[in-house]
């Protein structure tokens, strides 16, 4: 069974950083390795959005919003999924799900972590 497990969210102030990581489960590296895969976010009363995504060549794109200040990267070896958030705005405030997928028609969730910005 895959699995994806986000961690790293928490509360920081504003201009603060944090590293979320996703772990996959349930699959081989080589097959994680074949894998495009997003963070995406989704803050209260609004539509779950794309904030960065990875292709399985290393191609990135992010949104605007997050240009500069977010980095995603992956471990094939590991089966990791990471974003790197620098410069927290109060409005990154959401939970952060990351997402993988196998094929465009099998995608693959995790639970999401909340990533809270106040002072």
């Known amino acids: 069974q895959v699995q994806l497990v986000e961690s790293g969210g928490g509360l920081v102030q504003p201009g603060g950083s944090l590293r979320l990581s996703c772990a996959a489960s349930?699959?081989?590296?080589?097959?994680?390795?074949?894998?495009?895969m997003g963070w995406y976010r989704q803050a209260p009363g609004k539509q779950r959005e794309l904030v960065a995504e990875i292709t399985r060549s290393g191609s990135t794109n992010y949104a605007d919003s997050v240009k500069g200040r977010f980095t995603i990267s992956r471990n094939g070896a590991e089966k990791m999924l990471y974003l790197q958030i620098n410069s927290l705005q109060p409005e990154d405030t959401a939970v952060y799900y990351c997402?993988?997928?196998?094929?465009?028609?099998?995608?693959?969730w995790g639970q999401g972590t909340q990533v809270t910005v106040s002072s």
């Open positions: 997402n993988g997928k196998a094929s465009p028609n099998v995608e693959y």
């Open positions: 349930g699959i081989s590296g080589i097959a994680f390795r074949l894998w495009a």
